[in-house]
């Protein structure tokens, strides 16, 4: 299973590629505007360094609504580097667009996907990518795991190939539950990142660990 940071915080991806466990990154407008980025240059500069960092997939999001113009802002934003994956919304327009852009080699991850026919659809567009929403989904009762395991079903019936990110993570057990049903990739926020990592058990059995070996040393 993959693993992408869900942030647009160079900080944060750096200290994440340093943990060894990095495959790429997904950004998105709110997570864009978080860190005070002005302007579309400035914005591109930024997923130029987020490229420089991580050397694997990085989402950037097109945010036009007509397919021509959608089109035109991939090209953009594939030219920056080629880690580039342009995100698209899951939007009539946003399927013509990822078409059109399959066809080119331009790769694209089809956004805000939150039923198992939308993830058919832009797989069937031509979707590198597709990113099913489940923390969302959890926040209106809807169980959001229980997309994934559509998608991840769906998929595998017709051997198709679009690779599938869990988004909008919220929680480690999301993680757990998404590599048990086979889903491709996680997008995971940084907090949780750090969240997978630490067990009590670890903390107390390092505890007693150094603390034994004082009584080694005191034996020398
Ligand atoms: C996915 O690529 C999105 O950036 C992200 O996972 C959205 O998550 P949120 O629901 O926490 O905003």
Redo the contacts with the bound molecule.
Sequence with gaps: MKF?I?TANLDEIRAAHELGVLDGV???P??VAKEGISGREGFKKHIKAICELVKGPV?A?AVSTRAEDLIAEAEELAAIDPHVVV?IPMTKEGLKAVKVLSEKGIKT?V?LVFSPLQALLAAKAGATYV?P?V??LD?IASPGMNLIREVVDIYSNYLIETEI?V????NPLHVLEAAKMGADIA?I?FKVIEQLLKHPLTDAGIEKFMCDWKKVEECK
Excluded: C, V
Excluded at 167 to 170: K, M, N, Q, V
């Design positions: 992408f869900d997904t950004t998105n709110t997570l989402s999001e995100k991850n956004t990113s929403f923390g969302r926040d990110i988004a909008s993570i919220r997008t926020p």
